[in-house]
């Protein structure tokens, strides 16, 4: 074998390998029903595609927050209703179930009316939650989007967070 053909097939292996361990960006839920993408750094750590609800979490890389107990994540929840009518009732159940967590304030610079934006406690720690819920034929969905608030965290990944977040509930798809 030559040795630039050689060089070549090991340069399309490393490159197949490397493609291969990239993170997953597409996603799917209730058979294929619901359809989202998110960015590739983020990691799959629960997903619960039967039954009713179903569910996938994401934790979202947060260099200030490694070697603590504290996380940024978000999730995808999909429940099945039995007709679109019961979608109102669906997110006022989510709501109070919000309020009813530790620390629980409503975040009053929130100017989006379709996202329930909170903080709550959790251990030691506030957290900045926003919750979009949509309603997909008969399938209700929610994003849940929650990050720590800590002083060292720079603005910018707050920033990229929030948008990538609000990047989930734009790709969502049936």
Same mark, same amino acid.
């Given at each position: 074998m030559k040795p630039t053909t050689l060089l070549f097939l090991l340069a399309s292996l490393t +490159? %197949?390998?490397?493609?291969?361990?990239q993170g997953k960006t597409d996603y799917s839920l209730n058979g294929d029903q619901i359809r989202f993408h998110v960015p590739a750094s983020w990691t799959a750590i629960?997903?619960? %595609?039967? =039954? !009713?609800?179903?569910a996938v979490a994401f934790q979202v890389p947060d260099p200030t927050a490694q070697g603590s107990d504290d996380s940024a994540n978000v999730t995808v929840k999909t429940r099945q209703l039995k007709d679109a009518s019961a979608f109102a009732t669906t997110v006022q159940d989510e709501f109070e179930r919000s309020k009813a967590? =530790?620390?629980?304030? +409503?975040?009053?610079? !929130? +100017?989006?009316?379709?996202?329930?934006q909170y903080f709550v406690v959790r251990g030691k720690t506030r957290y900045l939650v926003r919750d979009s819920f949509q309603l997909i034929g008969t399938i209700a969905v929610e994003v849940r989007c929650q990050r720590p608030l800590l002083e060292a965290t720079p603005q910018g990944w707050n920033g990229e967070f929030d948008a990538a977040c609000a990047s989930v509930v734009a790709s969502l798809k049936h």
């Open positions: +490159t %197949a390998s490397s493609a291969h361990a629960m997903e619960k %595609a039967d =039954g !009713n609800p179903q967590q =530790g620390g629980y304030e +409503t975040d009053r610079s !929130n +100017t989006d009316s379709s996202v329930h």
